[in-house]
């Protein structure tokens, strides 16, 4: 089977918008999975589900909507980016050829030469019939970046366990949420990502933190301007779930995560 290239050229525009009208729909889309608890996902999951967010370059697959491994992947870059909405697995195969996106008549046959690996997990299709997929690079410094023409790569042994996981008709959804709230014993740190595609401008960045927030007490707003200023995927402590008095260790940014998952 011969996998041409890596997303072959411009995605699709997102639902075919432009403009302020892209970026309402793309929060609409953000607001129906992000602000979701990880079991909310349980009614939409069925077994498995992988959860892709492009913004912070990870995939998360869940098991009976619950969050169980998390993977670090090369998405899009900004001239060629990751399709975003709701798809799903429609092709596995093992031991794929590949084209190459910038010379079509160069073809690297199936083996360890190829530069996709062993495994290849097709999601999305664009205008011309081909697909965007999960496979495996040579380019490990690629991984955690926008690197690619719309496909996600990943470190060969994380997309062989991922393979080996899903099944044609698992569902795929493509996220860009660049901002994370977490919560640990009661407190909450916000980290923030680079907007790589353009879509949000930082009113939109604070607003759709705010969102997320409803209802939280934050003793420490200063840091969650500061991490939308910064964008430097730091976690920033920012407030507490509950009313528990500030414990003035934990303010400012850390280098720590709070509640990441292993």
């Known amino acids: 089977m011969v996998i041409h290239g890596e997303g072959w050229g411009m995605c699709p525009n997102l639902l075919g918008l432009k403009g302020n009208m892209k970026k309402t729909i793309l929060l609409l889309i953000l607001c129906a999975f992000i602000s979701l608890p990880a079991h909310s996902l349980r009614a939409l999951s069925g077994n498995y589900a992988v959860v892709l967010n492009v913004a912070s370059k990870k995939v998360i697959l869940y098991n009976n909507g619950l969050a169980t491994k998390e993977y670090p992947v090369g998405v899009g870059k900004a001239l060629t980016p990751t399709p975003l909405g709701n798809f799903k697995i429609v092709r596995r195969i093992f031991n794929p050829a590949w084209v190459n996106p910038y010379r079509q008549s160069k073809v690297v046959p ?148 709070a509640g990441t998952l292993n």
């Open 110 to 257: 199936a083996g360890p030469a190829s530069p996709i690996g062993q495994f290849w997990l097709g999601f999305a299709m664009n205008k011309k019939n081909q697909e965007y997929g999960f496979h495996a690079t040579t380019d490990l410094s690629s991984i955690g970046k926008a690197s690619t023409h719309g496909c996600i790569r990943m470190y060969p042994d994380d997309v062989k366990e991922l393979f080996n996981i899903v099944k044609v008709g698992t569902p795929v959804y493509v996220i860009y949420n660049p901002i994370e709230v977490k919560e640990f014993e009661n407190k909450l740190f916000v980290r923030v990502y680079p907007d790589i595609y353009s879509y949000m401008s930082d009113e939109e960045y604070l607003q759709f933190a705010k969102n997320q927030l409803s209802g939280a007490n934050l003793v420490q707003e200063a840091n969650l301007f500061k991490a939308v200023a910064s964008k430097d995927e730091k976690d920033y402590f920012i407030g507490w779930t509950g009313a528990n008095k500030l414990n003035e260790q934990d303010t400012g940014p850390t280098q720590k995560g």
